[in-house]
T-cell receptor, first 115, second 111 residues
Framework: DQQVKQNSPSLSVQEGRISILNCDYT??????FLWYKKYPAEGPTFLIS?????DKNEDGRFTVFLNKSAKHLSLHIVPSQPGDSAVYFC??????????????FGKGTLLTVNP | DAGITQSPRHKVTETGTPVTLRCHQT?????MYWYRQDPGHGLRLIHY???????DKGEVSDGYSVSRSKTEDFLLTLESATSSQTSVYFC??????????FGPGTRLTVL
């Protein structure tokens, strides 16, 4: 049972335009969400996060929106740059209790930004 | 960058042989994780550790074991490697909830 879903395996956009990556989740206990970016032959790196008490978080060109009622979050990249071409993973976490600091990841979306 | 190294970075082995992957951190983070990444599956948690000698299973733990005898080292062992364990393995560390820092990965091929 996939609790975090990224239904678009790939996305292609033109440089300078907006990239929108989507993520849906099914576990209503998730209350903290993260986006990671991964280049080939490297480990994933943290990009941006959002707590369920917010509906938007912005960091430079990157904005994450959270719609709790729809169990949906999206990552907006404006403007998109060729260096943004990478695989983007959505991840979610439940409230920690004791030793549970696990993340559940989606399958990832390959973003290609064309010059 | 968080101080995480993985060794080896690449390994080719044969079915049935034991394999141990090492994750070493210099950040003194309490939590350590092993993931595998496969096409069409994203990142899946194999095992994790919440302290020295404290470990637990993730969603794809069958065929894998782990050990953590020191804060800085987390070992992943494939007792008898199978071709289905061909994958890229990532170690991650964290000190706070949610934020995990990943190592560079180990590409393992089981022939």
């Amino acid at each position: 049972d996939q609790q975090v879903k990224q239904n678009s395996p790939s996305l292609s956009v033109q440089e300078g335009r907006i990239s929108i990556l989507n993520c849906d989740y099914t576990n209503s206990m998730f209350d903290y969400f993260l986006w990671y970016k991964k280049y080939p032959a490297e480990g994933p790196t943290f990009l941006i996060s959002i707590s369920s008490i917010k509906d938007k978080n912005e960091d430079g060109r990157f904005t994450v929106f959270l719609n709790k009622s729809a169990k949906h979050l999206s990552l907006h990249i404006v403007p998109s740059q060729p260096g943004d071409s990478a695989v983007y993973f959505c991840a979610a976490s439940t409230p920690s209790g004791g030793s549970n600091y696990k993340l559940t990841f989606g399958k990832g979306t390959l973003l290609t930004v064309n010059p | 960058d968080a101080g995480i190294t993985q060794s080896p970075r690449h390994k080719v082995t044969e079915t049935g042989t034991p394999v141990t992957l090492r994750c070493h951190q210099t950040e003194n983070h309490r939590y350590m994780y092993w993931y595998r990444q496969d096409p069409g599956h994203g990142l899946r948690l194999i095992h994790y550790s919440y302290g020295v000698k404290d470990t637990d299973k993730g969603e794809v733990s069958d065929g894998y074991s782990v050990s953590r005898s020191k804060t800085e080292d987390f070992l992943l062992t494939l007792e008898s490697a199978t071709s289905s364990q061909t994958s890229v393995y990532f170690c991650a560390i964290s000190e706070y909830r949610g934020m995990q820092y990943f190592g560079p990965g180990t590409r393992l091929t089981v022939l």
